[in-house]
């Protein structure tokens, strides 16, 4: 059975950092492409970043590019966040999202697989 369980979230000052983590278990992992999603209260789900299987190609949100970074440890099955230089409109619950495919998407629709989210709350 396919899980994805994310960590790392939590309460972070403006210009902070946060890293997210995402575990994924009961598929072969590095044939998958991995997204990160975020839903704002009242927002609709919105593309973060994502990676192909083998990290060599990455997309990024227009309004986290040069902030965020994405990557991915196939020998631990866990795909990381990093995010650094917060903002409170980065403030969002965070979804690990699974492509039965390694090739990186930015389309919500290819991701069939989600976890159940972690919360980012950036705030003084």
């Known amino acids: 059975q396919l899980q994805l369980v994310e960590s790392g979230g939590g309460l972070v000052q403006p210009g902070g950092s946060l890293r997210l983590s995402c575990a994924a278990s009961g598929f072969t992992f590095d044939e998958y492409a991995i997204a990160w999603f975020r839903q704002a209260p009242g927002k609709e789900r919105e593309f973060v970043a994502s990676?192909?299987?083998?990290?060599?190609?990455?997309y990024y949100a227009d309004s986290v590019k040069g902030r965020f970074t994405i990557s991915r440890a196939n020998a631990k099955n866990t795909v990381y966040l990093q995010m650094n230089s917060l903002k409170p409109e980065d403030t969002a619950v965070y979804y690990c999202?699974?492509?039965?495919?390694?090739?990186?998407?930015?389309?919500?629709?290819?991701?069939?697989?989600w976890g159940q989210g972690a919360q980012v709350t950036v705030s003084s």
């Open positions: 999202a699974a492509r039965n495919s390694g090739m990186a998407s930015m389309a919500r629709a290819d991701f069939g697989s």
């Open positions: 990676i192909s299987w083998g990290s060599g190609i990455t």
